[in-house]
């Protein structure tokens, strides 16, 4: 087996290279290209396939298309609240304000939403916004955005460069970002990347938990990839547990169940048949607390006084009442709880408005939707936390590096409200790849490639297949474990430091690990390159929540059950110190201005009545 030194590596030189081919991805590049930079995207997984496609139920964007009374003011008011407050605001405002734009901009390109009888898009409820703002395309929104950008990629001329791995970004000596070294899954051989600015929108980190809504992609490497470069990572222990994955068979676990459906009317039931959330409705909410199914439904239909159904409150709220019956006893036989949607909608509607969830339970389950109920529960489905970006530009602490997307934090603070995904990877994926498009072109330095640092990184993808040792499959196998049963939906103290000790332990076999056969298409030798930054991200969450010791959005303590103001008004900042020791240290949230700190104190004008 050849070392790095001597193992023959294939170049390419561009302006701007994005890494990931999701819709940030996409939207960045599509930026850069029309500015004339010779633009990359580099994708590990073939282009169209990508976790956008898991956000099936719509883009959230106050275009007031079946409510005038929606605005940008109302829309950046529940998402901070959605958040817990912790959101960057500067971001929530960008993305409020922008949202409608990029969604007929998307439309303009090619897409083809649903329409309202007099021909506008249409919108529907979601989960923590107070009206319905979210544009659709049935339940297979996230499909037709990535049609749309890869379309106008392709039409464009961007060079695109599929199952291609990147394993790190190198630096030149005044610390920018200027390279990138990965490999080829298809033969093996690697390649590397020099650009005068890079994007990174490589997504999320779910494969660390055993249940989870996300693809064999989603292993936090881009995270681990901006840390290892030098960046900030904020907020790590924000990890939403989405509150209905599927749960049987176990084939499928975790595989997502659009909010979609409780947007439509599904509603949640217990085994014993109880629509349990009345129950679950926060003592903010108590005074409309709705006695009996009944007056839920004209709760409902009604949408006076911000009085929605509880199915819909908040994604974190949503799944603790999941958890809570299930640990209660009255789960379904699988250990979730069920999601009725056929007693409330006909067969026709329901295969009409959500083809997809009828497909995917038919054909996976063997359960009719609009006859038998779903059994769903909470599964990890997003991360809230990731790599800290300046909101206007999304650049990150180190020069000429970016990112957008879920890699990305700040926007959704502890919580992100359903919806806020997509038009989340449009707005910043467009401002990412305008601000990386000017770093380019203002950029005087010629990038360069370190031939002794790639070597390195070559020599430390290709030891696994030199040696003996343990099967990468264990140790990821244990990781999830691990993870789903020490750092899940709710955390305590002992747990979190248990698995902080599992994670060392895991770290030092992981240094061991062996894989068989060759580099083409091995995916034993893909999961052990895969196993340095899982363990990464894994370890930033465990002492982000360690730390955080108070019950925010996503991140629940049950030994510190209540929201401590004073952690309200930080960001947990994880980054390496010149040792390459990892630290931590709490930062104040940027101070929001006093005309949008205002609007949490009245009513946004056009709110009234609703």
Not at 133 to 143: E, Q
Not at 398 to 419: M, W
Request: charged share 25%; with cysteine; hydrophobic share 40%.
């Amino acid at each position: 087996m050849p070392d790095g030194a001597a193992e023959e590596l294939e170049t390419h030189d561009f302006d701007v290279v994005v890494v990931g081919a999701g819709g940030a991805g996409l939207r960045a590049a599509v930026e850069a290209q029309e500015r004339g930079l010779r633009t990359a995207l580099v994708c590990k997984s073939l282009l169209g396939k990508a976790h956008t496609v898991m956000a099936e139920g719509g883009a959230a964007a106050a275009m007031g298309n079946v409510w005038p009374e929606d605005n940008w003011q109302v829309h950046f008011r529940d998402t901070m609240r959605g958040g817990k407050m912790l959101n960057n605001w500067r971001m929530a405002q960008l993305h409020a304000q922008e949202a409608p734009d990029r969604i007929y901009e998307l439309e303009r390109w090619g897409a083809l939403f649903d329409r309202t009888p007099d021909g506008r898009i249409l919108q529907r409820d979601f989960g923590g916004h107070r009206y319905a703002r979210l544009a659709h395309v049935g339940d297979r929104t996230g499909l037709e955005l990535i049609r749309t950008l890869q379309q106008r990629a392709v039409a464009m001329g961007i060079e695109v460069f599929m199952e291609c791995k990147i394993l790190r970004l190198l630096k030149d000596g005044d610390g920018t970002v200027s390279a990138a070294v990965g490999y080829w899954r298809a033969t093996g051989g690697f390649v590397a990347f020099t650009a005068r600015a890079f994007v990174l929108a490589t997504g999320s980190v779910g494969k660390s938990w055993k249940y989870t809504t996300n693809s064999w992609e989603s292993v936090g490497d881009g995270q681990a990839m901006a840390l290892w470069a030098g960046a900030d990572l904020i907020d790590m222990e924000a990890v939403q547990f989405h509150p209905t994955g599927m749960v049987w068979p176990l084939s499928v676990r975790g595989l997502l169940v659009t909010e979609g459906v409780r947007g439509d009317g599904g509603v949640l039931r217990n085994s014993e048949g109880k629509r349990f959330m009345f129950d679950y409705i926060p003592a903010m909410f108590a005074a409309e607390t709705a006695d009996s199914e009944a007056e839920g439904d004209r709760w409902y239909e009604d949408h006076i006084n911000n009085r929605r159904p509880p199915e819909l409150l908040p994604r974190d709220e949503v799944a603790r009442s999941i958890n809570a019956e299930v640990k209660a006893g009255r789960g379904s036989p699988h250990g979730g709880v069920f999601l009725d949607i056929a007693t409330r909608r006909s067969a026709e509607y329901i295969h009409r408005r959500l083809p997809s969830m009828y497909h995917q339970f038919k054909e996976l389950a063997g359960v009719d939707i609009t006859v038998d109920p779903m059994e769903v529960g909470p599964t990890c489905h997003y991360i809230m936390g990731g790599i800290r970006v300046e909101a206007d530009t999304e650049a990150t602490t180190v020069p000429g590096l970016f990112a957008a997307g879920e890699v990305a934090a700040g926007l959704h603070g502890a919580n992100r409200l359903g919806g806020n995904s997509l038009s989340d990877l449009l707005v910043f994926g467009r401002r990412a790849g305008i601000a990386a498009a000017d770093f380019a072109e203002a950029r005087t330095s010629t990038p360069t490639l370190d031939p002794a640092e790639a070597a390195q990184v070559i020599d430390g993808a290709l030891a696994p297949l030199a040696r003996e040792g343990e099967s990468a499959y264990d140790i990821h196998a244990d990781l999830q474990e691990t993870m789903q049963s020490l750092v899940g939906i709710i955390r305590t103290q002992s747990e979190l430091e248990q698995a902080l000790v599992k994670l060392d332990e895991l770290d030092e076999r992981a240094r061991s690990v062996a894989v068989s056969g060759g580099r083409a298409y091995n995916p034993g030798w893909n999961l052990a390159t895969d196993l340095p930054s899982m363990l990464t991200v894994s370890r930033l969450v465990a002492r982000g929540a360690l730390e955080r010791r108070e019950s925010r959005g996503g991140h629940t303590r049950d030994d510190y059950p209540k929201a401590d103001p004073e952690f309200g008004k930080v960001n947990l900042v994880q980054r390496l110190d010149a040792r390459g020791e990892l630290t931590l240290a709490p930062e104040p949230l940027p101070q929001m201005p006093p005309e949008l700190a205002a609007l949490f104190e009245e009513t946004p004008t056009g709110e009234e009545g609703h």
